[in-house]
């Protein structure tokens, strides 16, 4: 099964690359110029701004946890203050609470927001033709500097970012044997290097029944160092999208077995 699905996905990206080698072909009989997409792509913008894209959650999360402990590790000079407050006796630590947003960098350039934005609707319209898949989009738009709208919609909104970042604020608490206690608050932001996501997110209930709850958004990163990665983002993500109940049910049968 899981070679016939490969083969599939493999299948339909061929054909999709079929189809951008026409559309390019016939860029000539438009406005647009998509041979200008494998330059604008490869450019990072590393003056852009950040700007939210919602706000501080608490929720745990392993990657931001393991860049706080990679900072105290490399900070020896740190963890020794903290030894010589706590009167150099065994230390304890603990995480005591953890919160996070998504920041983004917004794609200024005029013509590649026109050029990637029309190359994306292109894609996902020949997709949806050769696959019968009813349209799961209610929006595809590049972000500006304002925190966009994520309220329910009947589809999904395709947010498309230049950059994204992930913020976190993490406090941690050291504490020795006379129960005398050190917080040390931390903020950093990772680069999260998904060109594309749209997620799920698994909840076991109380009484022993699984769920799982969806985005009603997609966000897209238009730079990457493989330009090809980002070309195949918005036919990569309309089949995940278009598959998510398959793949959900999937999961879900493999835990409850």
């Not at 699905?5 to 110029?33: C, P, Q």
């Not at 934005?117 to 033709?129: A, F, G, P, Q």
């Not at 925190?147 to 020795?176: D, Q, R």
Request: a negative charge; proline letters at 3%; charged letters at 25%.
């Amino acid at each position: 099964m899981h070679n016939k699905l490969t083969y599939f996905i493999f299948l339909m990206f061929s054909i999709l690359f079929i189809i951008g080698m026409d559309v390019t072909e016939s860029a000539s009989d438009s406005s647009i110029n998509y041979g200008r997409l494998m330059e604008l792509i490869k450019l990072e913008d590393k003056g852009g701004s950040f700007f939210a894209f919602n706000d501080f959650e608490k929720y745990f999360d392993y990657d931001l946890h393991k860049a706080s402990i990679e900072y105290f590790n490399e900070r020896p000079d740190l963890v020794k203050k903290i030894r010589a407050d706590l009167d150099n006796q065994p230390i304890r630590w603990r995480m005591k609470n953890i919160s996070q947003r998504l920041l983004y960098v917004p794609e200024t350039r005029k013509e590649y927001a026109t050029i990637f934005e029309r190359y994306c609707s292109e894609v996902i319209d020949n997709i949806l033709k050769l696959t019968e898949i009813k349209n799961p989009y209610a929006k595809i738009r590049t972000l500006s500097s304002t925190m966009p709208e994520n309220s329910e919609t009947n589809g999904i909104n395709a947010f498309i970012v230049h950059n994204l970042v992930k913020e976190y604020v993490a406090t941690y608490v050291f504490s020795n044997d006379d129960q005398k206690e050190i917080s040390i608050e931390l903020t950093g932001r990772i680069f999260l290097g998904e060109i594309g996501s749209y997620s799920s997110y698994g909840y076991l209930n109380e009484n022993g029944s699984f769920e799982f709850k969806r985005e009603h958004f997609t966000i897209w990163q238009n730079y990457a160092k493989n330009p090809y990665t980002v070309l195949l983002t918005p036919a990569e993500e309309t089949l995940h999208i278009a598959l998510r109940s398959y793949t959900e049910k999937a999961i879900k049968d493999r835990i409850e077995n």
